[in-house]
């Protein structure tokens, strides 16, 4: 039963585009989004998230969109950079105060320069 | 750099054999919790430890155990070796109370023969 999704396996994006990875939940009881960046022999990297009060964070170039009724979230990274080249995985928890994650199964995005 | 190691980076063994994986966090991280990650999958929840207690546990049987000491290092064990355990095995740390404080290491790979 997967209860976070990420429907996209790989993205490509031209350098300076904007990429926009999409995420879907199941669980309603979910309550604070996270989204980590992971590069090759490296563990997961925190990049940014939501509370469910909101429905937008922002966090220089990365923006994390948030639309509960329809328990999706999508995260924009505009300009996109060759850097940004990872795999971005999409997590979920009950709470902010709750560290079990229940992540997604990543989304490989590569920056064509 | 995350100041989360975990040792080894790579460990082969056969079915039915006993493996233990170690972490060492960061000075004050109290929690420290374990993932397994399969192959094209994203991070799934083992359990999570406070002060040296567990805290929580997700879906895996009682073959997988830990232990967590006051030095800030911890073992994830897993006894009676499965094909399907093969897996990169992903510490988590964090001084306690948020999800989105939580700093992984860069993982064991760990293959069942």
């Known amino acids: 039963d997967q209860q976070v999704k990420q429907n996209s396996p790989s993205l490509s994006v031209q350098e300076g585009r904007i990429s926009i990875l999409n995420c879907d939940y199941t669980?309603?009881?979910?309550?604070?989004f996270l989204w980590y960046k992971k590069y090759p022999a490296e563990g997961p990297t925190f990049l940014i998230s939501?509370?469910?009060?909101?429905d937008k964070n922002e966090d220089g170039r990365f923006t994390v969109f948030l639309n509960k009724s329809a328990k999706h979230l999508s995260l924009h990274i505009v300009p996109s950079q060759p850097g940004d080249s990872a795999v971005y995985f999409c997590?979920?928890?009950?709470?902010?105060?709750?560290?079990?994650?229940?992540f997604g199964t990543g989304t490989r995005l590569t920056i064509i320069p | 750099e995350t100041g989360v190691t975990q040792s080894p980076t790579h460990l082969i063994k056969t079915r039915g054999q006993q493996v233990t994986l170690r972490c060492s966090s960061q000075?004050?991280?109290?929690?420290v919790s374990w993932y397994q990650q399969a192959l094209g999958q994203g991070p799934q929840f083992i359990f999570q430890?406070?002060?040296?207690?567990?805290?929580g546990r997700g879906n895996f049987p009682p073959r997988f155990s830990g232990l967590q000491f006051p030095n800030y290092s911890s073992e994830l064990n897993v006894n009676a070796l499965e094909l399907d355990d093969s897996a990169l095995y992903l510490c988590?740390?964090?001084?306690?109370?948020?999800?989105?404080?939580?700093?992984f290491g860069p993982g064991t790979r760990l293959t069942v023969l």
């Open positions: 988590a740390s964090s001084p306690g109370g948020f999800a989105d404080t939580q700093y």
């Open positions: 669980n309603s009881m979910f309550d604070y």
């Open positions: 939501i509370s469910s009060i909101k």
């Open positions: 997590a979920a928890s009950a709470s902010r105060g709750n560290e079990k994650l229940t």
């Open positions: 000075s004050g991280h109290n929690t």
């Open positions: 430890y406070y002060r040296e207690e567990e805290n």
